[in-house]
């Protein structure tokens, strides 16, 4: 009998800023052949040598060069099938706060960018396991303060 492997080589980084119901997330829209033109969060695969919140960190620089002012982890993890590597991927997920005066400088990888309220964000996002992770993060890190161990170096 065949199994299917289980892999963690990627990250998610829902990037936030505003606080209670002015609370906004950063949506990017897919500019490659994977999932072009789907609005997402920023993604990415970690890099040998890297922890996943470095490369949660690294990925939300390069996708959209912003610098958190702070950055958790969610205790969320995405999970999904991979057809091209043929293995359930598990992806850890972080919030990142965003000054609310930062600028969004985007690469190649995204077309265009939005902030959004939570609930538009829901309706935005294209896959029941984003939306998973969008209702967490809501409970955990808009409707109650995260907890302090959750924060990252």
Not at 30 to 58: C, I
């Amino acid at each position: 009998m065949a199994e299917l492997p289980i892999r963690c080589t990627m990250i998610s980084v829902i990037a936030l800023r505003g606080s209670g119901a002015r609370t906004r997330m950063l949506l990017v829209r897919r500019a490659s052949r994977h999932l072009d033109g789907l609005w997402s969060y920023v993604a990415g695969h970690v890099e040998t040598g890297e922890t996943a919140w470095q490369a949660a960190r690294r990925e939300l620089a390069e996708e959209t060069g912003l610098v958190p002012l702070e950055l958790y982890a969610t205790s969320f993890c995405e999970q999904f099938y991979d057809v091209g590597a043929n293995c359930i991927q598990v992806v850890p997920a972080f919030v990142a706060r965003i000054a609310a005066e930062a600028q969004v400088r985007l690469n190649g990888e995204h077309s265009a960018f939005r902030w959004v309220t939570l609930a538009r964000a829901a309706d935005e996002l294209p896959f029941g396991s984003q939306r998973d992770l969008l209702a967490h993060v809501r409970r955990e890190f808009v409707e109650r303060a995260p907890q302090p161990v959750l924060r990252m170096p």
